[in-house]
């Protein structure tokens, strides 16, 4: 059996299983009762390798992207998945096997893919510009029909981004505008530095800056306010040199702080004021915002991460490292360049996502995936979903049962909703023994009443990434799907 190889990683197996399949299914069984005011696209994107691994050593970030919708409407439900035809994925189809080595390292990768990008696609999946975009920030955008999830090949934004591209943009429902991030590279000779981008509501780049990093880091996120922007520089250090000498590509250096470069979003390299707080490993925000002068992050953080070894080879375990939601306050007005941190929630959680439409405006509630009894949620399955009140730390919280595995959860309006709880909140979840996937949805307001419906995927779909919701009355499902 040519997949026996999937069975030599946690992340290849069990809720990881890749499915090897493309399908249609135009709709599917609802227990329970879909809300009418629900009406719109979720997207969620995930590695899915189409080909085993070369080599023992596989990463979770290295699958093929894989990109779900499914479509709301009427009560009803319909789904489609496709992968993201990448010319890497592309090249491999046409050779029947997997030519790269992890994360793309050259040293462990077939000189037949010598000159092909290593781009997954597999981490983002967004909407702006009136453009599907599947994101991973080691590469630029790949573009999908929205509707058909057909590939239609890289953004580049007029030739600016033909390098790399973050897979968590800013999205600013004010404006309208996206604001990225290029990972941080180093040229020769020059310090580690990032690229900064921002594309206006139409899709069109107005703004590319390089800004100048103290380290050469992994910065797979970034925050946007009203006003600024902050670059977090953890302690994941990332190194060509070492993964080409046999070492990991990407390593936790203990001795690194955290530095936090905070730039007017309308600035520029020389304007950025560094802040520093204690090493974190810190991937994901909820949200940030400006309130009385200061630039409030709610973030999910640790002290470390089970994800990548430590620069000395070892790998410290998950119960170690357990992210929680922290709040990191930053004051420009402060004589000192300390970060504070509060824990605002201590649950042991992967994704925080708040309303999106607050994006950079100040918000109250962040929804996550959360683990209870798993004894590292990100192998075995995170088995709960929360929803957390940043005001007293209150948790509104529901338990899918042990061993089951469920995604990240996210806000999704109701047609013609405004207020911040005033809609649904929606999660793949898959069941401890299950053959199936269910797509479950809340009432925002009241997780732990259970889901208010269940659609029923009649296949394992594995854990994935990240996934968005569009309204059909919001103006990016408008502008990309046209009329519903
Ligand atoms: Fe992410």
Redesign the pocket.
């Given at each position: 059996m040519a997949d026996s190889r999937y069975r030599e990683s946690p992340f290849l197996t069990g809720h990881h299983r890749p499915n090897r399949m493309e399908v249609d299914a135009p709709d599917l069984f609802i227990e329970g009762e879909l809300p009418a005011d629900l009406a719109g696209v979720f997207y969620r994107n995930g590695a899915e390798p189409l080909y085993p691994p070369t080599a023992e050593d596989y990463h979770w970030f290295d699958g093929d992207g894989m990109v779900y919708a499914f479509f709301l409407a009427d009560g009803r439900v319909s789904l489609r998945n496709r992968w993201v035809r990448t010319g890497k994925l592309l090249l491999e189809m046409k050779e029947g096997r997997r030519l790269f080595g992890v994360h793309g390292n050259p040293a462990t990768t077939d000189p037949l893919a010598a000159g092909t990008r290593y781009n997954t696609a597999n981490?983002?999946i967004v909407l702006h510009g009136g453009k599907l975009l599947a994101l991973m920030e080691g590469a630029p955008p790949v573009e999908l029909d929205p509707r058909t999830l057909d590939t239609l090949g890289e953004e580049h934004y007029g030739g600016v981004v033909t390098t790399t591209f973050g897979?968590?943009p800013t999205v600013d429902h004010g404006t309208g505008e996206m604001i990225n991030i290029g990972s941080v590279a180093r040229r020769k000779g020059t310090a580690p530095e990032l690229r900064y981008d921002i594309i206006d509501f139409e899709g069109k780049l107005i703004t590319s800056e390089t800004v100048p990093v103290p380290y050469q880091s992994m910065l797979?996120?970034f925050f946007v306010t009203a006003n600024h922007v902050v670059f977090p520089v953890t302690p994941l250090d990332v190194s060509l040199r070492r993964a080409i000498s046999g070492g990991p590509m990407v390593a936790w250096d203990p001795d690194r702080p955290t530095l936090l470069g905070v730039m007017p979003r309308r600035g520029g390299a020389s304007d950025v004021r560094w802040f520093e707080a204690p090493p974190r490993h810190m991937?994901?925000q909820a949200n940030v915002w400006e309130q009385d002068g200061r630039l409030i992050a709610d973030v999910a953080a640790a002290e470390g991460t089970s994800l990548f070894p430590s620069l000395d080879g070892t790998r410290r375990p998950h119960r170690e490292t357990r992210q929680s939601l922290r709040r990191w306050i930053i004051d420009p007005a402060a004589a000192t360049d300390v970060v504070r941190e509060e824990i605002l929630n201590d649950r042991d959680i992967q994704?925080p996502r708040p309303d999106d439409r607050l994006a950079t405006t100040p918000s109250r509630y962040a929804f996550a995936n959360s683990n209870l009894h798993s004894a590292d949620g990100r192998a075995d399955g995170m088995d709960s979903v929360v929803r957390v009140d940043t005001a007293d730390g209150a948790e509104d919280l529901y338990h899918f049962g042990d061993g089951a595995a469920a995604g990240e959860l996210i806000f999704a309006p109701r047609i013609g909703g405004t207020g911040e709880l005033d809609g649904y909140a929606v999660t793949l979840v898959h069941r401890a023994g299950a053959a199936d996937t269910q797509l479950a949805v809340f009432d925002a307001g009241d997780l732990a009443a259970g889901p208010l419906a269940l659609v029923h995927i009649p296949f394992v779909i594995p854990s994935g990434?990240?996934c968005n919701y569009y309204s059909v009355d919001s103006p990016l499902y408008r502008q990309a799907l046209g009329a519903s």
């Open positions: 981490t983002n897979a968590h797979h996120t991937m994901h994704f990434f990240h």
